[in-house]
């Protein structure tokens, strides 16, 4: 069965800590990858993209490496905002669908 | 900023009974998606739209299910006969033609007694 892994946590940080979340998927024909973030109850919103050069947006950096089939996503400078699940995300594209499989999330706390 | 939006927020029915989720994509976004999210687990995707039929859809989309665009701005998603393990989160989502970011919308949950 294709599946996204993902440590589920939590990870409890304090404020200003550095964190980072693995990932790992069995479908070696993915095509797309992202780190949506959830906060409860609520829909999940795109947080970054995630491609094979590596990328940065702010305080968050997301590496993808696909021989060994893992994404990575880096929290410096943690904010109690940054409180969430962090969703992991793989894409297969079929037609000009893309059909996204979720992990089940990784949950981060900061405290002060 | 365009968004997603659902209705309703909250649905409460029998079981066996009828639901559908009324959602409004991004206007000019041209691939729809439903997902459920079942408490605590994970988001599942459930069904894609294109072109005014189903491009793809998972094992959970049964005949029970069933996708409609009736108009130039609703996208619905109906459940005929609903089971107690149908409760869950129902998110809606829209692609543009280019680029492979998703937009969801803020759900509907749905509790069936």
């Known amino acids: 069965r294709k599946e996204v892994e993902q440590d589920p946590g939590p990870f409890n940080v304090p404020e200003g800590a550095t964190v980072a979340f693995n990932c790992t998927y069995s479908n070696s024909a993915s095509q797309s990858f992202f780190w949506y973030r959830q906060d409860c109850r609520k829909e999940p919103k795109l947080l970054m993209s995630v491609y094979s050069s590596g990328n940065e947006d702010g305080r968050f950096t997301a590496q993808l490496n696909r021989a060994s089939q893992y994404i990575s996503l880096l929290i410096r400078d943690s904010k109690l905002s940054d409180s969430a699940t962090y969703l992991c995300?793989?894409?297969?594209?079929?037609?000009?669908?893309?059909?996204?499989?979720f992990g089940r999330g990784t949950s981060l706390i900061v405290h002060p | 900023e365009p968004e997603v939006t659902q209705t309703p927020s909250h649905q409460v029915t029998q079981m066996g009974q009828e639901v559908i989720l009324r959602c409004v994509p991004i206007?000019?976004?041209?691939?729809f998606y439903w997902y459920r999210q079942i408490l605590g687990q994970k988001v599942e995707f459930l069904v894609s739209?294109?072109?005014?039929?189903?491009?793809?859809k998972s094992e959970i989309f049964d005949d029970q299910f069933s996708v409609e665009r009736p108009d130039g701005s609703n996208f619905t998603l109906k459940i005929r006969s609903t089971k107690l393990e149908d409760s869950a989160m129902y998110f809606c989502a829209s692609r543009g033609e280019k680029g492979e970011t998703q937009y969801f919308g803020p759900g509907t949950r749905l509790l069936v007694l």
């Open positions: 995300v793989v894409s297969l594209q079929s037609g000009g669908s893309y059909i996204p499989t």
């Open positions: 206007s000019n976004h041209l691939y």
């Open positions: 739209f294109y072109n005014n039929e189903i491009s793809e």
